[in-house]
Protein backbone atom coordinates (compact mmCIF):
# COMPACT_ATOMS: atom_id res chain seq x y z
CA UNK A 1 0.00 0.00 0.00
CA UNK A 2 1.35 3.59 -0.52
CA UNK A 3 1.42 6.28 1.70
CA UNK A 4 -2.45 7.50 0.90
CA UNK A 5 -3.80 3.91 1.14
CA UNK A 6 -2.82 4.07 4.97
CA UNK A 7 -4.66 6.67 6.09
CA UNK A 8 -6.69 6.50 9.24
CA UNK A 9 -10.36 7.40 8.79
CA UNK A 10 -11.59 6.87 12.30
CA UNK A 11 -10.27 6.62 15.99
CA UNK A 12 -12.40 5.74 18.49
CA UNK A 13 -11.80 4.64 22.61
CA UNK A 14 -14.58 4.23 25.10
CA UNK A 15 -13.79 4.22 29.25
CA UNK A 16 -10.12 6.55 28.67
CA UNK A 17 -9.64 7.16 32.28
CA UNK A 18 -12.75 5.20 32.81
CA UNK A 19 -15.26 7.54 32.23
CA UNK A 20 -14.05 9.71 29.36
CA UNK A 21 -14.71 8.82 25.00
CA UNK A 22 -12.91 10.31 22.05
CA UNK A 23 -14.25 9.77 18.65
CA UNK A 24 -11.99 10.94 15.52
CA UNK A 25 -12.80 11.15 12.27
CA UNK A 26 -10.75 12.23 9.30
CA UNK A 27 -13.79 13.19 6.83
CA UNK A 28 -12.24 12.89 3.90
CA UNK A 29 -8.34 11.94 1.79
CA UNK A 30 -7.58 15.45 1.07
CA UNK A 31 -4.83 17.10 1.77
CA UNK A 32 -6.97 19.65 3.75
CA UNK A 33 -8.36 17.10 6.06
CA UNK A 34 -5.04 15.96 7.78
CA UNK A 35 -5.09 17.43 10.99
CA UNK A 36 -7.33 17.01 14.31
CA UNK A 37 -7.03 18.19 17.62
CA UNK A 38 -8.51 17.76 20.85
CA UNK A 39 -9.55 19.62 23.21
CA UNK A 40 -10.02 18.60 27.25
CA UNK A 41 -9.60 19.95 30.55
CA UNK A 42 -6.78 18.66 32.39
CA UNK A 43 -7.64 14.94 33.48
CA UNK A 44 -10.07 13.97 30.66
CA UNK A 45 -7.22 11.19 29.61
CA UNK A 46 -5.93 13.27 26.66
CA UNK A 47 -2.23 12.00 26.81
CA UNK A 48 -3.25 8.74 27.54
CA UNK A 49 -5.83 8.96 24.34
CA UNK A 50 -2.86 9.42 22.16
CA UNK A 51 -0.32 7.20 24.16
CA UNK A 52 -3.33 4.05 23.02
CA UNK A 53 -2.99 5.28 19.43
CA UNK A 54 0.47 5.25 19.04
CA UNK A 55 1.43 1.98 20.53
CA UNK A 56 -1.78 0.67 18.48
CA UNK A 57 -0.22 1.36 15.50
CA UNK A 58 3.48 0.57 15.76
CA UNK A 59 3.63 -3.30 16.52
CA UNK A 60 6.08 -4.29 19.26
CA UNK A 61 6.78 -6.19 22.29
CA UNK A 62 7.07 -2.65 24.22
CA UNK A 63 3.85 -1.31 22.20
CA UNK A 64 2.03 -4.00 23.91
CA UNK A 65 3.48 -3.81 27.12
CA UNK A 66 2.79 -0.19 27.61
CA UNK A 67 -1.33 -0.56 26.30
CA UNK A 68 -1.08 -2.91 29.54
CA UNK A 69 -1.18 0.60 31.83
CA UNK A 70 -2.79 2.88 29.82
CA UNK A 71 -6.38 3.38 31.18
CA UNK A 72 -9.13 2.74 28.51
CA UNK A 73 -11.33 -0.09 27.66
CA UNK A 74 -11.40 -0.37 24.15
CA UNK A 75 -10.29 1.38 20.67
CA UNK A 76 -10.67 0.75 17.65
CA UNK A 77 -8.89 2.46 14.02
CA UNK A 78 -10.81 2.50 10.90
CA UNK A 79 -8.24 2.96 7.64
CA UNK A 80 -9.75 4.44 4.51
CA UNK A 81 -8.52 1.68 2.71
CA UNK A 82 -10.21 -0.95 4.37
CA UNK A 83 -9.26 -2.82 7.44
CA UNK A 84 -9.36 -1.97 11.83
CA UNK A 85 -7.10 -2.55 14.89
CA UNK A 86 -8.79 -3.12 17.71
CA UNK A 87 -7.85 -3.27 21.47
CA UNK A 88 -10.71 -4.32 23.78
CA UNK A 89 -10.82 -5.71 27.29
CA UNK A 90 -13.71 -7.87 28.88
CA UNK A 91 -13.01 -5.92 32.29
CA UNK A 92 -11.65 -3.17 33.72
CA UNK A 93 -9.28 -0.34 32.16
CA UNK A 94 -5.88 -1.87 32.70
CA UNK A 95 -4.02 -5.25 32.77
CA UNK A 96 -4.64 -7.91 30.05
CA UNK A 97 -6.78 -7.31 26.76
CA UNK A 98 -6.97 -8.61 23.64
CA UNK A 99 -5.85 -7.09 20.14
CA UNK A 100 -7.03 -7.79 16.70
CA UNK A 101 -6.13 -6.88 13.25
CA UNK A 102 -8.89 -7.12 10.14
CA UNK A 103 -6.85 -6.59 6.79
CA UNK A 104 -9.28 -5.94 3.73
CA UNK A 105 -7.77 -9.32 1.78
CA UNK A 106 -8.24 -11.57 4.87
CA UNK A 107 -10.83 -13.63 4.92
CA UNK A 108 -10.06 -14.46 8.91
CA UNK A 109 -8.45 -11.55 11.60
CA UNK A 110 -5.52 -11.77 13.61
CA UNK A 111 -5.90 -12.03 17.34
CA UNK A 112 -3.40 -11.77 19.99
CA UNK A 113 -3.75 -11.82 23.88
CA UNK A 114 -1.93 -10.01 26.05
CA UNK A 115 -1.15 -10.40 29.87
CA UNK A 116 0.90 -8.89 31.98
CA UNK A 117 2.74 -11.70 32.94
CA UNK A 118 3.91 -12.04 29.16
CA UNK A 119 6.14 -9.78 30.06
CA UNK A 120 8.02 -11.58 33.05
CA UNK A 121 11.91 -11.92 32.95
CA UNK A 122 14.97 -10.30 30.96
CA UNK A 123 14.09 -12.50 27.81
CA UNK A 124 11.02 -11.79 27.02
CA UNK A 125 11.34 -10.16 24.29
CA UNK A 126 12.85 -13.11 22.91
CA UNK A 127 9.88 -15.09 23.92
CA UNK A 128 8.11 -12.82 21.88
CA UNK A 129 9.71 -12.92 18.73
CA UNK A 130 9.16 -16.88 18.83
CA UNK A 131 5.50 -16.40 19.26
CA UNK A 132 3.54 -17.40 15.94
CA UNK A 133 0.29 -15.03 16.87
CA UNK A 134 2.68 -11.87 18.20
CA UNK A 135 4.58 -12.11 14.45
CA UNK A 136 0.95 -12.30 12.32
CA UNK A 137 -0.64 -9.42 14.70
CA UNK A 138 2.58 -7.52 13.49
CA UNK A 139 2.80 -8.40 10.01
CA UNK A 140 -1.17 -7.52 9.85
CA UNK A 141 -0.73 -4.42 11.62
CA UNK A 142 2.09 -3.23 9.66
CA UNK A 143 0.15 -3.80 6.11
CA UNK A 144 -2.54 -1.49 7.34
CA UNK A 145 -0.41 1.50 9.16
CA UNK A 146 3.06 3.08 8.70
CA UNK A 147 3.41 3.64 12.16
CA UNK A 148 3.55 7.01 14.11
CA UNK A 149 5.84 9.47 15.67
CA UNK A 150 4.91 10.07 19.32
CA UNK A 151 5.82 13.97 20.60
CA UNK A 152 4.99 14.01 24.20
CA UNK A 153 4.91 16.89 26.39
CA UNK A 154 8.36 15.58 27.87
CA UNK A 155 9.80 15.67 24.17
CA UNK A 156 13.28 17.31 25.49
CA UNK A 157 14.00 15.80 28.57
CA UNK A 158 16.86 13.40 29.25
CA UNK A 159 16.19 10.21 29.64
CA UNK A 160 15.97 8.92 33.17
CA UNK A 161 19.00 6.89 34.83
CA UNK A 162 15.83 3.98 35.65
CA UNK A 163 14.26 3.86 32.03
CA UNK A 164 18.43 3.88 30.47
CA UNK A 165 19.78 0.73 32.69
CA UNK A 166 16.33 -0.88 31.99
CA UNK A 167 16.51 -0.38 27.90
CA UNK A 168 12.80 0.86 28.32
CA UNK A 169 10.06 2.95 29.25
CA UNK A 170 6.41 3.09 29.29
CA UNK A 171 6.29 4.68 26.13
CA UNK A 172 5.47 2.90 23.46
CA UNK A 173 7.88 3.72 21.18
CA UNK A 174 10.87 4.28 23.41
CA UNK A 175 13.57 4.18 20.51
CA UNK A 176 12.18 6.73 18.37
CA UNK A 177 11.79 8.92 21.33
CA UNK A 178 15.31 8.56 22.87
CA UNK A 179 16.71 9.96 19.23
CA UNK A 180 14.50 12.64 19.74
CA UNK A 181 16.13 13.28 23.21
CA UNK A 182 18.78 15.80 20.98
CA UNK A 183 17.93 17.83 18.60
CA UNK A 184 21.21 17.63 17.13
CA UNK A 185 20.52 14.22 16.51
CA UNK A 186 17.37 14.65 14.67
CA UNK A 187 18.84 17.72 12.92
CA UNK A 188 21.67 14.47 11.88
CA UNK A 189 18.72 12.95 10.85
CA UNK A 190 17.06 15.25 8.47
CA UNK A 191 20.35 16.20 6.93
CA UNK A 192 20.82 12.51 5.99
CA UNK A 193 17.05 11.98 4.38
CA UNK A 194 17.41 14.95 2.17
CA UNK A 195 20.89 14.30 0.69
CA UNK A 196 20.10 10.77 0.47
CA UNK A 197 16.90 12.48 -1.72
CA UNK A 198 19.32 14.69 -3.75
CA UNK A 199 21.57 11.55 -4.42
CA UNK A 200 18.45 9.32 -4.92
CA UNK A 201 17.42 11.77 -7.61
CA UNK A 202 20.72 11.92 -9.80
CA UNK A 203 20.82 8.11 -9.74
CA UNK A 204 17.45 7.74 -11.28
CA UNK A 205 18.75 10.32 -13.79
CA UNK A 206 22.06 8.28 -13.99
CA UNK A 207 20.10 5.55 -15.52
CA UNK A 208 19.50 7.23 -18.35
CA UNK A 209 21.04 7.42 -21.57
CA UNK A 210 24.88 9.09 -20.80
CA UNK A 211 25.88 12.43 -22.36
CA UNK A 212 28.55 11.31 -24.58
CA UNK A 213 26.78 8.81 -26.09
CA UNK A 214 24.38 11.31 -27.06
CA UNK A 215 26.99 13.27 -28.67
CA UNK A 216 28.63 10.69 -30.17
CA UNK A 217 25.16 9.85 -31.78
CA UNK A 218 24.43 13.08 -32.93
CA UNK A 219 27.86 13.81 -34.52
CA UNK A 220 27.71 10.59 -36.56
CA UNK A 221 24.65 11.53 -37.66
CA UNK A 222 26.58 14.18 -39.73
CA UNK A 223 25.57 17.83 -40.76
CA UNK A 224 21.74 19.18 -39.72
CA UNK A 225 20.42 21.70 -41.99
CA UNK A 226 20.14 24.56 -39.60
CA UNK A 227 21.39 28.00 -40.54
CA UNK A 228 23.78 29.41 -38.16
CA UNK A 229 21.31 32.06 -36.82
CA UNK A 230 18.74 29.83 -36.15
CA UNK A 231 21.01 27.40 -34.14
CA UNK A 232 21.92 30.43 -31.83
CA UNK A 233 18.58 31.15 -31.70
CA UNK A 234 17.83 27.47 -30.14
CA UNK A 235 21.21 27.35 -28.14
CA UNK A 236 19.96 30.80 -26.63
CA UNK A 237 16.60 29.65 -25.69
CA UNK A 238 18.38 26.44 -24.34
CA UNK A 239 20.53 28.22 -22.26
CA UNK A 240 17.68 30.79 -20.30
CA UNK A 241 15.74 27.83 -19.70
CA UNK A 242 18.17 26.27 -17.75
CA UNK A 243 19.27 28.99 -16.34
CA UNK A 244 15.97 29.50 -14.64
CA UNK A 245 14.78 26.32 -13.83
CA UNK A 246 18.51 25.02 -12.82
CA UNK A 247 19.31 27.92 -10.43
CA UNK A 248 17.10 27.45 -7.30
CA UNK A 249 19.21 23.98 -7.22
CA UNK A 250 22.13 25.81 -7.22
CA UNK A 251 21.08 27.61 -3.79
CA UNK A 252 21.29 24.07 -1.96
CA UNK A 253 24.63 23.00 -4.27
CA UNK A 254 22.64 20.34 -5.73
CA UNK A 255 23.92 21.09 -9.39
CA UNK A 256 26.49 23.79 -10.67
CA UNK A 257 25.16 26.23 -13.67
CA UNK A 258 28.69 27.33 -13.72
CA UNK A 259 29.92 26.13 -17.17
CA UNK A 260 25.88 27.32 -19.06
CA UNK A 261 26.91 30.41 -17.87
CA UNK A 262 30.25 30.60 -19.22
CA UNK A 263 28.89 29.16 -22.63
CA UNK A 264 26.28 31.98 -22.81
CA UNK A 265 29.10 34.53 -22.33
CA UNK A 266 31.00 33.06 -25.34
CA UNK A 267 27.97 32.78 -27.11
CA UNK A 268 26.84 36.36 -26.73
CA UNK A 269 30.62 37.66 -27.60
CA UNK A 270 30.36 35.63 -30.96
CA UNK A 271 29.07 37.18 -34.02
CA UNK A 272 25.30 35.97 -34.59
CA UNK A 273 26.05 34.18 -37.56
CA UNK A 274 28.90 32.37 -36.82
CA UNK A 275 29.92 29.71 -39.11
CA UNK A 276 30.45 27.41 -36.68
CA UNK A 277 27.05 27.54 -34.37
CA UNK A 278 25.66 24.63 -36.40
CA UNK A 279 28.67 22.64 -35.33
CA UNK A 280 28.21 23.87 -31.96
CA UNK A 281 24.41 23.45 -31.68
CA UNK A 282 24.73 19.23 -32.48
CA UNK A 283 27.40 19.43 -29.83
CA UNK A 284 25.47 21.01 -27.08
CA UNK A 285 22.27 19.81 -27.50
CA UNK A 286 22.86 16.96 -25.54
CA UNK A 287 24.24 18.47 -23.16
CA UNK A 288 21.62 20.48 -22.53
CA UNK A 289 19.77 18.17 -23.12
CA UNK A 290 21.05 15.54 -19.84
CA UNK A 291 20.91 19.01 -17.89
CA UNK A 292 17.45 19.57 -17.97
CA UNK A 293 17.22 15.61 -17.47
CA UNK A 294 19.18 16.62 -14.09
CA UNK A 295 17.15 19.68 -12.98
CA UNK A 296 14.05 17.27 -13.48
CA UNK A 297 15.15 14.38 -11.64
CA UNK A 298 16.16 16.33 -8.76
CA UNK A 299 13.07 18.65 -8.48
CA UNK A 300 11.72 16.84 -6.28
CA UNK A 301 14.45 16.89 -3.69
CA UNK A 302 15.25 20.60 -4.15
CA UNK A 303 11.17 21.29 -3.07
CA UNK A 304 11.74 19.00 0.08
CA UNK A 305 14.80 21.09 1.02
CA UNK A 306 13.21 23.93 0.25
CA UNK A 307 10.16 23.22 2.16
CA UNK A 308 12.09 22.58 4.98
CA UNK A 309 14.43 25.31 5.24
CA UNK A 310 11.92 27.69 4.42
CA UNK A 311 9.53 26.36 7.06
CA UNK A 312 12.19 26.95 9.98
CA UNK A 313 13.46 30.15 8.61
CA UNK A 314 9.84 31.66 8.02
CA UNK A 315 10.00 31.29 12.62
CA UNK A 316 13.62 32.08 13.62
CA UNK A 317 14.47 35.73 14.04
CA UNK A 318 18.29 36.62 14.42
CA UNK A 319 19.49 33.30 13.30
CA UNK A 320 18.97 31.12 10.34
CA UNK A 321 19.03 27.19 9.09
CA UNK A 322 20.87 26.35 5.74
CA UNK A 323 21.32 23.35 4.33
CA UNK A 324 23.87 22.28 1.13
CA UNK A 325 24.41 18.82 -0.03
CA UNK A 326 28.01 19.59 0.70
CA UNK A 327 28.05 20.81 4.32
CA UNK A 328 24.31 19.33 5.05
CA UNK A 329 22.39 21.67 7.55
CA UNK A 330 24.04 24.23 9.51
CA UNK A 331 22.75 27.07 11.99
CA UNK A 332 23.83 30.75 12.01
CA UNK A 333 23.58 33.59 13.97
CA UNK A 334 22.75 37.32 12.66
CA UNK A 335 27.04 37.40 12.76
CA UNK A 336 27.11 34.64 10.48
CA UNK A 337 28.81 32.40 13.14
CA UNK A 338 27.90 28.97 13.31
CA UNK A 339 25.72 27.96 16.30
CA UNK A 340 25.25 24.39 17.76
CA UNK A 341 21.59 23.16 17.94
CA UNK A 342 21.75 22.65 21.85
CA UNK A 343 22.50 26.30 22.32
CA UNK A 344 19.19 27.64 21.26
CA UNK A 345 16.48 28.42 22.99
CA UNK A 346 14.14 26.10 24.46
CA UNK A 347 11.16 27.46 22.18
CA UNK A 348 13.67 27.47 19.40
CA UNK A 349 14.49 23.54 19.89
CA UNK A 350 10.97 22.73 20.47
CA UNK A 351 10.23 24.22 17.41
CA UNK A 352 13.26 22.60 15.28
CA UNK A 353 11.83 19.39 16.73
CA UNK A 354 8.21 19.63 15.57
CA UNK A 355 9.22 20.86 12.29
CA UNK A 356 11.88 18.10 11.57
CA UNK A 357 9.74 15.32 12.94
CA UNK A 358 7.04 16.66 10.37
CA UNK A 359 9.40 16.38 7.43
CA UNK A 360 10.52 12.96 8.21
CA UNK A 361 7.49 11.79 8.50
CA UNK A 362 6.40 12.65 4.62
CA UNK A 363 8.92 9.76 3.97
CA UNK A 364 6.55 6.86 4.47
CA UNK A 365 3.20 8.67 5.76
CA UNK A 366 3.15 8.46 9.28
CA UNK A 367 0.58 9.42 11.78
CA UNK A 368 1.76 12.17 13.83
CA UNK A 369 0.94 12.45 17.02
CA UNK A 370 1.56 15.62 19.81
CA UNK A 371 1.05 16.33 22.95
CA UNK A 372 1.05 20.04 23.60
CA UNK A 373 2.62 21.77 20.74
CA UNK A 374 2.76 25.05 22.43
CA UNK A 375 5.16 24.05 25.25
CA UNK A 376 7.74 26.64 25.04
CA UNK A 377 6.35 28.36 21.97
CA UNK A 378 5.37 32.50 21.94
CA UNK A 379 2.18 33.50 21.03
CA UNK A 380 2.44 33.86 17.12
CA UNK A 381 4.60 30.80 16.77
CA UNK A 382 1.83 28.93 18.47
CA UNK A 383 -0.69 30.50 15.93
CA UNK A 384 1.81 29.88 13.21
CA UNK A 385 2.42 26.70 13.76
CA UNK A 386 0.04 24.04 12.84
CA UNK A 387 -0.16 25.28 9.21
CA UNK A 388 3.14 25.03 9.12
CA UNK A 389 3.64 21.57 10.03
CA UNK A 390 0.75 20.86 7.59
CA UNK A 391 2.50 22.76 4.63
CA UNK A 392 5.92 21.24 5.64
CA UNK A 393 4.37 17.59 5.18
CA UNK A 394 2.01 17.90 2.01
CA UNK A 395 4.73 15.59 0.21
CA UNK A 396 3.69 12.95 2.04
CA UNK A 397 0.26 11.53 3.63
CA UNK A 398 0.56 12.46 6.80
CA UNK A 399 -1.88 12.63 9.15
CA UNK A 400 -1.80 14.83 12.72
CA UNK A 401 -3.35 14.28 16.08
CA UNK A 402 -2.73 16.84 18.35
CA UNK A 403 -3.88 17.95 21.77
CA UNK A 404 -3.56 21.44 22.89
CA UNK A 405 -4.96 23.61 25.71
CA UNK A 406 -3.76 26.69 23.36
CA UNK A 407 -6.25 29.01 22.02
CA UNK A 408 -4.09 30.31 20.01
CA UNK A 409 -3.34 27.03 18.69
CA UNK A 410 -6.81 26.09 17.99
CA UNK A 411 -7.73 29.57 16.31
CA UNK A 412 -5.13 28.35 13.40
CA UNK A 413 -8.01 25.56 12.28
CA UNK A 414 -11.09 25.16 11.73
CA UNK A 415 -13.55 24.79 14.31
CA UNK A 416 -14.66 21.68 12.47
CA UNK A 417 -11.06 19.80 12.93
CA UNK A 418 -11.36 20.16 16.95
CA UNK A 419 -12.28 16.83 18.98
CA UNK A 420 -14.21 16.66 22.69
CA UNK A 421 -14.02 14.24 24.74
CA UNK A 422 -17.53 12.34 25.83
CA UNK A 423 -18.25 11.35 29.01
CA UNK A 424 -20.09 8.21 30.81
CA UNK A 425 -23.20 9.45 32.62
Not at 69 to 78: D, F, R, S, Y
Not at 240 to 245: I, M, P, Q, S, V
Request: net charge neutral.
Amino acid sequence: MTGSDLRIRSIKADGVLNDFGYFVEFASASDDDRMRLIYAPNGRGKTNFLKAVSAVVQPSPESLQSLIEIPLAQLNIEFAAGGSIAVTRKKGVTGAFAATVRTPDARTPCRITVDPTDFAGRLYRRVWDDRDDYNAYATAVSRLSSGAIFIGDDRLAPPSDDAREAGRVESPNYPARRRQRTVSRLLETVERMLTQSAFASLSREREQAGIYAQITRTTLQGSQSITATAARTQLETQIERLLRDGSPLEKYRLLSMRQVREISGQISNARSNHSQFPALHRILTPYFASLEQQIESLAPAQELIDTYVTSVNRFLDRKRLEFTASDGIRLHGRDGRQLHPENLSSGERHLLLLLSNAILATAEGQLMIIDEPELSLGIEWQRDLLPELLRCSQSGAVQFLIASHSVQVMSSVDRSTIVRPSEAM
